[in-house]
T-cell receptor, first 110, second 114 residues
Framework: DAKTTQPTSMDCAEGRAANLPCNHS???????VYWYRQIHSQGPQYIIH???NNETNEMASLIITEDRKSSTLILPHATLRDTAVYYC???????????FGTGTRLQVFP | DTGVSQNPRHKITKRGQNVTFRCDPI?????LYWYRQTLGQGPEFLTY????????KSRLLSDRFSAERPKGSFSTLEIQRTEQGDSAMYLC????????????FGPGTRLTVT
């Protein structure tokens, strides 16, 4: 699985959009980009995933660049409850395990 | 929605003792995963079951570790002769047949070896 690079930490004001970047320059054509988050003392929570096209669900939007070497997770209106560690994971479609990095610690402040 | 459940939530044991953790996946999920997470790190994959078959084991899973899923439903993770380095959060996740589907994680079992 391809390696990902994320900033160690980010801050965001409550109510503003949080844009979390991820670099995955060695991604291959059949690898998906997944995002999970982990709120303190809880298990990771699935957010969204995509292959080539941008994706949106009730939690977030995922923007994948045309060359697929990077992506951005967007939380459109961050709340204090979005404070968590966000993990960007690149995963083959037929691979079951998830390989987590150290993620981005997002702090949402009032 | 029962989600993935894990028991116990916390376990404190003395070095050298054996411990066993249990994971109950979401009922219709046939895939079950174990991960370990130490402080400040992301979760690390340990092993994976499809139904009752253990299909993959990480090199992290030393011979002191054993996992079972005897009837393809709940799973147990046993650590024999615990060491202080085994102190971590042990996470279980499940996913439905097919893929690539998201994995649903339980709350974890925090093990402290004194």
């Amino acid at each position: 699985d391809a390696k990902t690079t994320q900033p160690t930490s980010m801050d965001c004001a409550e109510g503003r959009a949080a844009n979390l970047p991820c670099n995955h320059s060695t991604i291959s054509g059949n690898e998906y980009v997944y995002w999970y988050r982990q709120i303190h003392s809880q298990g990771p929570q699935y957010i969204i995933h995509g292959l080539k096209n941008n994706e949106t669900n009730e939690m977030a939007s995922l923007i994948i660049t045309e060359d697929r070497k990077s992506s951005t997770l967007i939380l459109p209106h961050a709340t204090l409850r979005d404070t968590a560690v966000y993990y960007c994971i690149v995963r083959l479609g037929n691979t079951d395990k998830l390989i987590f990095g150290t993620g981005t610690r997002l702090q949402v402040f009032p | 929605d029962t989600g993935v459940s894990q028991n116990p939530r916390h376990k404190i044991t003395k070095r050298g003792q054996n411990v066993t953790f249990r994971c109950d996946p979401i009922s219709e999920h046939n895939r079950l995963y174990w991960y370990r997470q130490t402080l400040g790190q992301g979760p690390e994959f340990l092993t994976y079951f499809q139904n009752e078959a253990q299909l993959e084991k990480s090199r992290l899973l030393s011979d002191r570790f054993s996992a079972e899923r005897p009837k393809g439903s709940f799973s147990t993770l046993e650590i024999q002769r615990t060491e202080q380095g085994d102190s971590a959060m042990y996470l279980c996740a499940s996913s439905p047949r097919g893929g690539p589907y998201e994995q649903y994680f339980g709350p974890g079992t925090r093990l402290t070896v004194t």
